[in-house]
């Protein structure tokens, strides 16, 4: 019989949970021991109950199984338990760990070097730039970019991650095989095509608000540390925070404006103790001391070769992440409307600054 039918069937025994699932494993080493144990030898493993091994031993969900191993090879997901090799080493030392993680792409052992990048899903454009920015000089780097996948921070991490042309993975709320929200379906096979998604949830689970806490745990936990972009002080990506601190993971946040309440939590957490995320290199001085460098993709915009003119320049550091309307920008730089506009316009075509409605602009790197 396929080997899978016996780890899924486990899985699929009420009761167990997790931990019981990791003590049956621990004892029995195999999900078929398991099932062939007798109804003596389950009693001895602690805090499995009395209804849990009497379902083990009348196990009759054997059609539920097979119809998940179907639609698991229908839409090429592969099923990897906690004994498999591929399964995130950083991932398996949280006491938590799914016992089985459903994953289309490809989990590589380059994903060790993982950070997290979580934040509102209702991102200001200065919250989405700067996590772009941050997350594409982090996967130059080398590093894979964790998140959600949800609107907002999460999309704006793993489309960075592209951007620098790194792997980057999303852990969803629901059944693999649903795609939350709709609109991210390209990104969702971008990120196949480029790293992995993960659920832990069976095939079809619909996006219930409950299961996203429960994922937020796999977020933190398959990564060495999580940057938190644009959080309120009721954020859920305050619970992934915590989750990260309870795992011994590091915790950064990206600071925003001083009177902006979608940064309220990310400041909380600074006054906390959280390190204060500019650049790329705040992170990887703090987690990544001895990860191997390359200078050409130093983060700092000093370090980067923008050639501009006098008067270009001039205008790229009056501008800002946070958007200004061109009267301001007239003001402090004493140019001319006409010679203005045109400035704009000449950093605008060389990608560095974009407008915005309104006559507002803002830098984009």
């Not at 999309?155 to 609109?183: F, K, N, Q, W």
């Not at 590091?250 to 995320?277: C, D, N, R, W, Y």
Request: aromatic share 8%; net charge positive; proline share 4%.
């Amino acid at each position: 019989m396929d080997q899978r039918f016996y780890w899924l069937a486990l899985k699929f025994v009420p009761g167990i949970g997790n931990a019981g699932y990791q003590r049956l494993l621990q004892h029995f080493n195999t999900p078929e021991n398991v099932f062939q144990a007798s109804k003596r030898e389950l009693s001895k493993i602690e805090g499995i109950k009395k209804d849990s091994i009497s379902a083990i031993i009348n196990f009759n969900l054997a059609d539920e199984v097979n119809r998940e191993l179907s639609l698991i090879d229908k839409y090429g997901v592969s099923l990897i338990a906690t004994k498999d090799p591929f399964y995130p080493k950083n991932l398996a030392r949280v006491p938590d760990a799914p016992s089985l993680l459903y994953v289309k792409g490809v989990l590589k052992e380059v994903d060790e070097w993982a950070i997290s990048v979580v934040g509102s899903r209702m991102a200001t454009h200065y919250g989405k730039t700067i996590t772009e920015r941050l997350c594409a000089d982090l996967a130059k780097k080398g590093i894979t970019i964790v998140s959600g996948m949800a609107r907002g921070i999460d999309t704006a991490a793993h489309c960075g991650a592209l951007m620098g042309g790194g792997r980057t993975m999303a852990v969803l709320g629901s059944g693999i095989d649903v795609i939350y929200p709709a609109e991210n379906k390209r990104l969702y096979e971008r990120i196949v095509e480029n790293g992995a998604v993960i659920s832990e949830f069976p095939m079809g689970t619909p996006p219930y608000s409950q299961n996203f806490p429960i994922r937020n745990r796999i977020i933190s936990g398959l990564s060495l540390g999580v940057v938190i972009v644009e959080a309120t002080h009721r954020s859920g990506s305050l619970i992934t925070a915590q989750l990260a601190l309870d795992q011994g993971r590091e915790v950064f946040a990206v600071p925003g404006s001083v009177g902006s309440f979608k940064s309220m939590g990310t400041h909380k957490l600074i006054k906390q103790g959280a390190k204060l995320v500019e650049y790329a290199n705040d992170v990887v001085e703090e987690i990544y001391p001895f990860h191997k460098m390359s200078e050409q993709f130093q983060s700092h915009p000093e370090n980067k070769k923008l050639n501009l003119t006098t008067d270009e320049r001039a205008i790229y550091n009056h501008l800002e992440n946070y958007p200004m309307h061109i009267d301001e920008l007239i003001r402090n730089i004493k140019l001319s409307i006409g010679e203005t506009l045109s400035l704009l316009l000449s950093l605008e075509l060389k990608g560095i600054v974009k407008q915005l409605p309104g006559k507002m602009f803002v830098r984009t790197q």
